[in-house]
């Protein structure tokens, strides 16, 4: 059996993190992701839309990201749902420690994709920082960056993403993080 945590509101359309190891808010136009305790493993912020819009095209997200002594690092990630389960998962190589580092993501929306989640994560201890994010329909001539679909072995996985996505935007929303 799974325990899913509720997640917290970060931002207008922003939720997470879902683990008591981790916070997240908005500093300016930026949102952060921090360990909170020193068993923290990991967790991350996202957020959720509806794949209507982007079925049968390829998408980017692109944004920036810093870290602060982020122990196993912090990346952008990009996932993809199908109805039945089946899913597709990219996250961009972690960073550990440095400055703003511009990073981008890119995948195919399958004809049978229900949803879109992206965000920020983090590994262990420290802190990670995004800015600047976009969620961008782009050529086919642009080459992908995630891996295969792979199943969610599951069985309640397609109801449980019917019902997270039911509630979620067409399109993203406060991508700039200046709405609380």
Do not use: C
Request: charged share 25%; net charge positive; aromatic share 6%.
């Amino acid at each position: 059996m799974k325990l899913f945590l509720l997640a917290l509101a970060v931002a207008a359309g922003w939720d997470g993190p879902t683990s008591p190891g981790y916070s997240a808010g908005i500093d300016g136009h930026t949102v952060f992701l921090k360990s909170t305790n020193p068993g923290a493993k990991a967790d991350a912020i996202r957020q959720r839309i509806h794949a209507d819009v982007y079925r049968g095209k390829r998408i980017r997200l692109s944004g920036s990201i810093k870290a602060d002594r982020a122990e196993h690092g912090g990346a952008l990630w990009l996932r993809v749902d199908m109805a039945n389960g089946d899913y597709i998962l990219d996250n961009v190589v972690d960073l550990t420690t440095g400055g703003w580092t511009k990073r981008q993501i890119v995948a195919d929306v399958p004809p049978d994709a229900i949803g879109i989640s992206f965000g920020l994560r983090m590994k262990g201890q420290g802190q990670v920082w995004a800015s600047g994010l976009a969620l961008d329909i782009v050529s086919n001539s642009i080459p992908t960056t995630t891996i295969e679909r792979r199943k969610d072995h599951d069985p309640g996985a397609p109801r449980r993403l019917r019902d997270e996505y039911s509630r979620a935007p067409l399109h993203p929303v406060n991508l700039s993080f200046d709405q609380p």
